[in-house]
């Protein structure tokens, strides 16, 4: 009897959680203050999400959302739109540049040409570029020229070229082995620089 008391009792409270799903992630964002923190945990309230708590200490935001509801590369797009740079999305110039001064971190861009013919080398080279520091990669097929946004106190250029380089593309700077370029699909085989 006191078994079914309980299940009773506890059924209202079971049937409110039956229906949510719990989803968890943490992601790089830049900001160095207080009213950063604010503003990034702010942006990142988009619709499901249940709680945002972002860390000055290791720039690491922790959400709580429901991934039914929530679309995460909208959250990026929100921070971004505030100013602070994601992992996945450079906060627009003009954004950055009118945050306090306080609220400036450290941002450095860089470009530099790395060779490839397709969707497919896009997707590679980027990847490639996301060593420890580089908060975006984007890769111009028609340029040949990739585009970092990195900390300058954390991200080893160098390392990137080696990476890169290791996924069978060639930088301004470094060779891919011939092997691994030959093994790369026919699409993504390019004009090789001598």
Not at 151 to 173: F, M, Q, S, W, Y
């Amino acid at each position: 009897m006191k078994a079914l008391t309980f299940v009773l009792l506890m059924f209202p409270f079971l049937s409110i959680y039956a229906g949510e799903t719990n989803g968890r992630t943490e992601f790089k964002v830049y900001g160095s203050c207080g009213m950063c923190k604010s503003r990034i945990e702010n942006a990142a309230m988009t619709e499901g999400v249940r709680s945002a708590d972002w860390s000055m200490e290791n720039n690491i935001l922790t959400l709580n959302y429901d991934p039914e509801i929530t679309d995460l590369s909208t959250v990026h797009e929100k921070i971004a739109e505030s100013g602070h740079d994601t992992e996945k999305v450079s906060a627009d110039d003009s954004v950055y540049n009118n945050l306090p001064a306080c609220c400036q971190y450290k941002r450095e861009m860089t470009s530099f040409k790395v060779y490839g013919s397709c969707g497919m080398c896009k997707s590679r080279i980027e990847k490639a570029a996301m060593t420890e520091g580089v908060r975006s990669a984007e890769w111009s097929m028609e340029k040949n020229l990739l585009t970092l946004n990195y900390d300058p106190e954390t991200t080893d250029l160098e390392t990137v070229h080696e990476k890169i380089a290791e996924a069978g593309h060639d930088t301004e700077k470094l060779s891919a082995d011939d092997s691994v370029y030959n093994s790369l699909p026919a699409c993504c085989h390019y004009e090789r620089k001598e």
